[in-house]
């Protein structure tokens, strides 16, 4: 797609980068965690409903995954604080999609110029609240900011999308109507409207770009939200509140967005039940996206969902790949944020004359990587998010020490700062087997080989899902043949950077095939924005 006027990438460490300036950034990302340990942490934090400070009768603490340290206190939200949440939305809806679209796209603009004046300081506590690395941190929020800039150029660009059109009068005039009849003049217009509330339900793995990217799709079409940030286990309240604040700087008025926490049995559900909620943007499990789309459909309700529903992302290793690029690419796919990203490369298949020796290559770019405190640098491997992951990478092991072999990793390491860290673990394995067709969101990546492209690619295609892939050849034909027959949203070619990871917003569009995603429409691409409106026809005779 062509890059869109008036749109940029952020790329924070890349300019750093290219300045010199690398000392600097890490300056700045050390002062911000010291200043979010010192002044943010620990402090008990409301919700937000109608603009103003909720509490409820009980309270959950959330902890870091990289040590235990109280991140803060959080409200446990009820049903009737969702209730409370979508009579607010309701009741701005009119207001808000009444604003000319221009009005909505500036108020986000300056949302994405207070994300940029915060960089760091969000980056800090995104990576305290859920353990990301600096760099995956920093890159997170240069995606918010993304986000904000691209959706708001787009609604610019395509003045709110609507359009006009006129049908001329013909000559002479009939009594009765009949396609084709001649008819009197007519004006038509096709405005693209919003739908009205919109429940937004974040994953905990992307809490700054994915939230602010779903919420802002919904919100700059003149939706309003009710927004709730993953809650239960994998917690992710504090990102989320400072979206919200951020939004009521920026100028989205009272009842527009609301900031609701809470358990998906309570919260989650109430938005999925409400006949008053129009439509959910959620990104998380397939298992839960299909659950609320089926309980919806079983009430006799109809809502819009745009969904992203993970992925079991492949990636090919022709004879003819460069070895280097390929080792590279999928080592930083698998296990870059340990491996917990829907977009997380977790299946290789390999030619079998190249085996042996890209095995051995890539299990000793594992074996290198550093395992520790996401918060110091030059570590790459940092915690699991939850004691559930830590315990599907055991049973994982187990499954491949019967069925397969462990080539390197397998093991938690005993506690690095007090959180849970496990190995990168690369295991080969017969492609039957259950490791490598569900989703397991740890860093654990299976292979299996191929004598002929052909097989390759139907082992890869074999899954319900189809979100990502990857391939590393330099075959025109084989480069074909997965253009071609991949059934993936999203497809890289020979990119040393990430296999299956790393969409730039504006530049590729990040979207789900098969059980991966409901619409066909990718995030950070020009048909986004369209999911959250409907289309009219108005036609005004003279």
């Not at 770009?209 to 994998?234: D, R």
């Amino acid at each position: 797609m062509a890059r869109l006027r008036g749109f940029s990438n952020e790329y924070t460490y890349a300019k750093f980068l290219a300045n010199g300036e690398e000392r600097r950034f890490d300056e700045m990302f050390d002062g911000a965690v010291e200043k979010v340990t010192r002044e943010i942490l620990g402090k008990k934090f409301p919700m937000y409903i109608n603009g103003e400070e909720k509490y409820a009768a009980a309270e959950v603490e959330e902890r870091s995954p990289i040590n235990g340290m109280t991140v803060g206190k959080f409200q446990l939200g009820t049903r009737e604080h969702a209730r409370l949440a979508i009579d607010a939305a309701k009741s701005a809806f009119s207001s808000w999609s009444g604003l000319d679209y221009d009005e909505r796209a500036s108020i986000f603009r300056k949302a994405a110029e207070l994300f940029r004046q915060q960089k760091f300081i969000v980056a800090a506590l995104l990576s305290i609240e859920n353990g990301k690395t600096r760099y995956e941190s920093i890159g997170e929020v240069d995606e918010a900011i993304d986000f904000l800039n691209y959706y708001s150029a787009e609604t610019e660009s395509n003045k709110g999308y609507g359009t006009k059109r006129t049908i001329d009068a013909s000559v002479g005039t009939v009594k009765e109507g009949f396609q084709g009849a001649p008819s009197d003049s007519e004006k038509i217009s096709l405005p693209m409207k919003p739908y009205g509330v919109f429940g937004v339900i974040a994953p905990f793995n992307f809490p700054i770009s994915i939230s602010t990217g779903m919420s802002t799709g919904a919100l700059i079409t003149g939706n309003t939200v009710v927004f709730k940030p993953s809650s239960t286990e994998n917690m992710t309240m504090l990102t989320g509140l400072y979206i919200c604040r951020i939004f009521k700087e920026a100028g989205v008025p009272k009842g527009v967005f609301n900031y609701v926490t809470g358990p998906g049995s309570e919260i989650g559900d109430e938005l999925v039940s409400s006949p008053m909620v129009s439509g959910i943007a959620f990104t998380g499990s397939r298992r839960t996206g299909l659950g609320m789309m089926a309980k919806t459909y079983a009430a006799g309700q109809h809502k819009v969902f745009v969904v992203e529903l993970g992925g079991k992302d492949p990636a090919i290793v022709s004879k003819t790949a460069d070895m280097d690029a390929a080792v590279e690419g999928i080592a930083s796919s698998a296990f870059g944020y340990s491996g917990q990203k829907c977009s997380a490369c977790s299946r290789v298949y390999v030619h079998e004359s190249i085996k042996e020796e890209f095995i051995s290559k890539l299990a000793e770019k594992a074996r290198g990587m550093k395992i520790g405190n996401p918060l110091a640098k030059g570590n790459y491997i940092g915690p699991l998010i939850s004691n559930a992951a830590a315990e599907r990478f055991i049973a994982s092991v187990a499954e491949a020490q019967v069925h397969g072999r462990i080539i390197t990793g397998g093991n938690i390491v005993p506690a690095v700062s007090g959180g849970i860290y496990a190995e990168p673990t690369i295991i080969e394995i017969e492609s039957t087997n259950r490791l490598f067709h569900e989703e397991l969101f740890i860093p654990f990546l299976v292979i299996d080989s191929f004598k002929k492209f052909d097989e390759a690619l139907e082992k890869a295609n074999d899954t319900e899902y189809g979100l990502t892939a990857g391939l590393y050849s330099k075959n025109k034909a084989e480069m074909r043949a997965f253009s071609d027959k991949m059934e993936s949203g999203v497809i890289y070619i020979n990119r040393r950077i990430g296999a299956t990871t790393g969409a730039v917003v504006g530049a590729h569009a990040f979207v789900g095939w098969k059980g991966s995603g409901t619409t066909g429409k990718g995030t950070g691409s020009r048909h986004y924005l369209q999911q959250f409106m409907r289309e009219q026809s108005i036609s005004v005779s003279k």
